[in-house]
């Protein structure tokens, strides 16, 4: 059996069906907020490490957490305080606020300076669930309520600005994704002029360091890899930043 | 649109997760709310599919589409959260179609319901059929690459997907009776 087997649709649920194949995708604040969620999940696991087991989660657990919670396990001790905290505000924020912005806390285990995405940079507290595994004298530890490295703050996801921000960057990913590396560069050049100091201005250079590294400008590339490295030393581009020299990632 | 072809280098690797998770989270998203995952818990699903993604980026043959690859994910993400009993039904009321701007207000509206209606026919099927039918008649993938993504085999795919054309067509009529 194959398809012309099957024959067509019947006219009227074909044309149900066609409605439903030009349904809207994610809007900006959407993605936005998908992307901050998904990062601050994949910094708490281990990204290179053991693939979540493709089986069934365990009915007594919530399915949106179960492989960072899998990812948590396989965690070195000395970082569990830190990876269940970003679980627990990230399981948080899917309970309590559907539609707030990730919150990502530090803990006392990392001393690194932070970044400021903001301007002024905002201290938003959201619940967050303690695993049990995390010793109750890393849990006594102050910790900073701050945004992570890379990822726009409850505040600045309130821009007025941002779906326009957030535009303009998702031209340049899906611009590099195709191997257009010239037009993401015209895009993420509006958004330099347009938000100098935009909620996304780490992003952007990021993706500028890839696009021109894409287009063989590769001092170029260097030169702002190695600014953008001392600027955002917790960034989560770096994967981006640091791509081996020749690599089209 | 077009999609991102995935690299073997480990770091490259990581870049092109950004890259598929760019271009692809539209398709993802549209594949979970077909497979019957509620609009709130969209984000939930969306992101447990990425993480599922990111995990077994290695595995990805990337001489097969990259779409039926992400629908298996997607069907199991979908399979499991309907799995709990308090997902298994759409709350009438809770549609939310509010980001889909258009010029003409009776239209869209128009549009909406036929949307609604296909969300609630495909209610009707089992999570196989709704599987095969999202993914051949929606989603446009081929016979045999959705079996190869589901692990299933091509007769059993349109077996499926005979059956499931079945009872869409009668769910679909029946419910378009129903005030």
Request: no cysteine; hydrophobic share 45%; aromatic share 4%.
């Given at each position: 059996?194959?398809?012309?087997?099957?024959?067509?649709?019947?006219?009227?649920?074909?044309?149900?069906?066609?409605?439903?194949?030009?349904?809207?995708g994610?809007?900006?604040?959407?993605?936005?907020r998908?992307?901050?969620?998904?990062?601050a999940?994949?910094?708490?696991?281990?990204?290179?490490?053991?693939?979540?087991?493709?089986?069934?989660?365990?009915?007594?657990?919530?399915p949106?957490?179960?492989?960072?919670?899998?990812?948590?396990?396989?965690?070195?001790?000395?970082?569990?305080?830190?990876?269940?905290?970003?679980?627990?505000?990230?399981?948080?924020?899917?309970?309590?606020?559907?539609?707030?912005?990730?919150?990502?806390?530090?803990?006392?285990?990392?001393?690194?300076?932070?970044?400021?995405?903001?301007?002024?940079?905002?201290a938003?507290v959201?619940?967050?669930?303690?695993p049990?595994?995390?010793?109750?004298?890393?849990?006594?530890?102050?910790r900073?309520a701050t945004?992570?490295?890379?990822?726009p703050?409850?505040?600045?996801?309130?821009?007025?600005?941002?779906p326009?921000?957030?535009?303009?960057?998702?031209?340049?990913h899906?611009?590099?994704?195709?191997?257009?590396?010239?037009?993401?560069?015209?895009?993420?050049?509006?958004?330099?002029?347009?938000?100098?100091?935009?909620?996304?201005?780490?992003?952007?250079?990021?993706?500028?360091?890839k696009?021109?590294?894409?287009?063989?400008?590769?001092?170029?590339?260097?030169?702002?890899?190695?600014?953008?490295?001392?600027?955002?030393?917790?960034?989560?581009?770096?994967?981006?930043?640091e791509?081996?020299p020749?690599?089209?990632p | 649109?077009?999609?991102?072809s995935?690299?073997?280098?480990?770091?490259?690797?990581?870049?092109?997760?950004?890259?598929?998770?760019?271009?692809?989270?539209?398709?993802?998203?549209?594949?979970?709310?077909?497979?019957?995952?509620?609009?709130a818990d969209?984000?939930d699903?969306?992101?447990?599919?990425?993480?599922?993604?990111?995990?077994?980026?290695?595995?990805?043959?990337?001489?097969?589409?990259?779409?039926?690859?992400?629908?298996?994910?997607?069907a199991?993400?979908?399979?499991?959260h309907?799995?709990l009993s308090?997902?298994?039904r759409?709350?009438?009321?809770?549609?939310?179609?509010?980001?889909?701007?258009?010029p003409?207000?009776?239209?869209?509206?128009?549009?909406?319901?036929?949307?609604?209606?296909?969300?609630?026919?495909?209610?009707?099927?089992?999570?196989?059929?709704?599987?095969?039918?999202?993914?051949?008649?929606?989603?446009g993938?081929?016979?045999?690459?959705?079996?190869?993504?589901?692990g299933?085999?091509?007769?059993?795919?349109?077996s499926?997907?005979?059956?499931?054309?079945?009872?869409?067509?009668?769910?679909?009529?029946r419910?378009r009776?129903?005030?």
């Open positions: 059996m194959n398809e012309r087997d099957l024959g067509p649709l019947p006219p009227d649920v074909a044309d149900a069906v066609a409605g439903e194949r030009t349904r809207p994610v809007d900006a604040v959407t993605r936005a998908i992307r901050t969620r998904l990062h999940t994949l910094l708490a696991g281990p990204a290179g490490g053991t693939p979540p087991a493709p089986d069934a989660p365990p009915a007594s657990a919530a949106g957490t179960m492989s960072g919670l899998r990812a948590l396990r396989s965690l070195h001790p000395g970082l569990t305080a830190a990876v269940g905290f970003v679980v627990g505000v990230t399981t948080g924020i899917a309970a309590h606020a559907w539609l707030a912005p990730a919150v990502v806390h530090r803990s006392a285990t990392d001393v690194t300076p932070l970044t400021p995405i903001t301007e002024p940079p905002s938003t959201a619940p967050a669930p303690v049990r595994a995390v010793p109750p004298s890393d849990l006594a530890a102050p900073e945004a992570s490295p890379g990822v703050s409850g505040a600045a996801l309130a821009a007025p600005s941002l326009a921000e957030r535009a303009l960057l998702d031209i340049a899906t611009a590099l994704a195709k191997g257009e590396a010239t037009e993401a560069l015209d895009a993420l050049g509006q958004h330099a002029k347009k938000f100098p100091h935009g909620v996304y201005r780490e992003e952007r250079e990021a993706l500028t360091i696009a021109l590294r894409s287009l063989g400008r590769t001092d170029e590339a260097a030169r702002r890899a190695a600014a953008f490295t001392a600027r955002y030393p917790n960034s989560l581009f770096r994967s981006i930043v791509a081996a020749g690599s089209n | 649109m077009g999609v991102p995935l690299a073997r280098d480990p770091a490259a690797e990581r870049v092109d997760f950004q890259a598929l998770f760019e271009a692809e989270l539209d398709y993802v998203w549209n594949a979970l709310r077909r497979l019957g995952v509620r609009e969209l984000d699903q969306v992101n447990e599919v990425f993480l599922r993604v990111h995990g077994r980026l290695s595995e990805y043959d990337s001489a097969r589409p990259v779409r039926p690859w992400l629908f298996a994910f997607a199991r993400v979908a399979a499991e309907r799995r308090r997902n298994a759409e709350i009438p009321g809770l549609e939310i179609e509010a980001h889909d701007p258009g003409d207000a009776e239209e869209q509206a128009a549009t909406n319901e036929k949307r609604r209606l296909v969300l609630s026919a495909l209610d009707a099927l089992d999570q196989h059929k709704r599987e095969v039918f999202v993914a051949v008649e929606i989603e993938h081929s016979g045999p690459d959705i079996a190869s993504a589901l299933v085999s091509v007769n059993t795919v349109y499926r997907l005979r059956l499931a054309r079945e009872e869409f067509t009668i769910a679909l009529r419910s009776k129903v005030p």
